[in-house]
């Protein structure tokens, strides 16, 4: 299996043409974890520049983060923004404290289960997970 669907790396590029439909709904001016090579914003955040502690508020986040052990502190993070959009494009995980924490039931939240598989990266197959996005509104 591709190297992008394993434990090996926590980097998930964003298929282009998905990530230009939701941009043009929401006109992101931050991409707050991503490398030089798949930013999607002029603004945007690699791991040196460490989004985590960098201000998100009053922007329109595009969001999609580590997929590792660390995705809770992503999520916290977009649910605490204030004056701003965070849109998370993450794996429908629904069964993980962060889900529930952060995510599920919140009135500032909408969520918008994908139909189907992504290809991230450029892949030649599809994730081996459902997706979603989280629209977190303050």
């Known amino acids: 299996m591709n190297i992008h669907?394993?434990?090996?790396t926590n980097e998930w590029s964003t298929p282009q043409d998905f990530?230009?439909?939701?941009?043009?709904?929401?006109?992101?001016?931050?991409?707050?974890?991503c490398t030089k090579k798949t930013a999607k914003c002029d603004k945007f955040y690699t791991e040196e520049?460490?989004?985590?502690?960098?201000?998100?508020?009053?922007?329109?986040?595009?969001?999609n983060p580590p997929y590792g052990r660390v995705i809770g502190q992503w999520i916290k993070k977009a649910s605490e923004i204030?004056?701003?959009?965070?849109?998370?494009?993450?794996?429908?995980?629904t069964d993980t404290r962060y889900f529930h924490d952060y995510l599920y039931k919140k009135k500032n939240v909408k969520l918008r289960?994908?139909?189907?598989?992504?290809?991230?990266?450029?892949?030649?197959?599809?994730?081996p997970f459902p997706s979603l996005l989280a629209i977190i509104k303050s």
């Open 5 to 8: 669907f394993s434990s090996k």
């Open 113 to 127: 289960f994908l139909k189907g598989r992504l290809k991230f990266g450029g892949a030649k197959n599809a994730a």
């Open 19 to 33: 990530y230009d439909e939701l941009n043009k709904e929401f006109n992101f001016t931050l991409d707050p974890c």
């Open 49 to 63: 520049e460490d989004g985590l502690t960098q201000s998100w508020d009053g922007e329109v986040v595009f969001m």
């Open 82 to 93: 204030k004056n701003g959009i965070v849109v998370c494009l993450i794996p429908s995980r």
